[in-house]
């Protein structure tokens, strides 16, 4: 079945570093979504990429496709504690249902 | 703006009792969802509907069933309870195959 592997499963920085989230996927995508996720809350939609080795960039975020369509970054520039929280990956394939990643859990000491 | 209602926002059941969780979408939006986020966990995908007409199927249980209805909104029903469907179950709507928009969720406990 399709399957959305994120790493790391968990990331502690301190404020001021940069992050970055790997997302691959076992066959190829139609296209990607990310989402981020704070304790007790709800996932919040962050962006879509839908083109092969395509870039986004959302003021500190970075989101990047792989060319294959099967793989997918999120790079955050100098963290800060409101960047605190679970960021999913979420891989959408030739049907309505949109698979989750494993998420990666990001911890921000100031 | 109109977001995704769920309701109830908890409910507390006992092993082999039945629950029903509701679900009403943003208006006009065409594909209903249904996830399953356990303690810790990716959300799962359980079910979806495009149209009140069941799209796609993921890891749910036969003792669960999901409706949409005439008025777009949905519910999910869960007889039979056990003690590892304790989660929060979130419903999220979605036009034309964009951003899922997520409602706060439900969170069942099974006793």
């Known amino acids: 079945g399709q399957q959305v592997m994120q790493i790391p499963q968990y990331q502690h920085v301190q404020e001021g570093e940069d992050f970055t989230t790997y997302c691959n996927s076992s066959?190829?995508?139609?296209?990607i979504q990310w989402y981020k996720q704070r304790p007790g809350g709800h996932p919040v939609f962050l962006i879509q990429?839908?083109?092969?080795?395509e870039v986004k960039k959302q003021k500190r975020l970075t989101f990047q496709f792989g060319e294959a369509k099967k793989n997918s970054s999120l790079h955050i520039t100098a963290t800060q504690t409101t960047d605190v929280g679970t960021y999913f990956c979420a891989g959408r394939y030739n049907t309505d249902k949109l698979i989750f990643g494993t998420g990666t859990r990001l911890q921000v000491f100031p | 703006a109109a977001g995704v209602i769920q309701s109830p926002r908890h409910l507390i059941k006992e092993k082999r009792e039945t629950a029903t969780l509701k679900c009403y979408p943003i208006?006009?939006?065409?594909?209903v969802y249904w996830y399953q986020q356990g303690p810790g966990q990716d959300p799962q995908f359980l079910i979806s509907?495009?149209?009140?007409?069941?799209?796609d199927k993921g890891s749910i249980p036969d003792r669960f069933s999901a409706q949409q209805f005439s008025d777009y909104h949905s519910e999910l029903n869960m007889s039979s309870l056990e003690l590892g469907d304790s989660a929060l179950y979130f419903c999220a709507s979605s036009l034309d195959l964009g951003e899922l928009f997520f409602g706060e969720g439900s969170r069942l406990t099974v006793l």
């Open positions: 208006p006009r939006h065409d594909t």
């Open positions: 066959t190829t995508l139609s296209n």
């Open positions: 509907f495009y149209e009140k007409m069941q799209s």
């Open positions: 990429l839908v083109k092969s080795g």
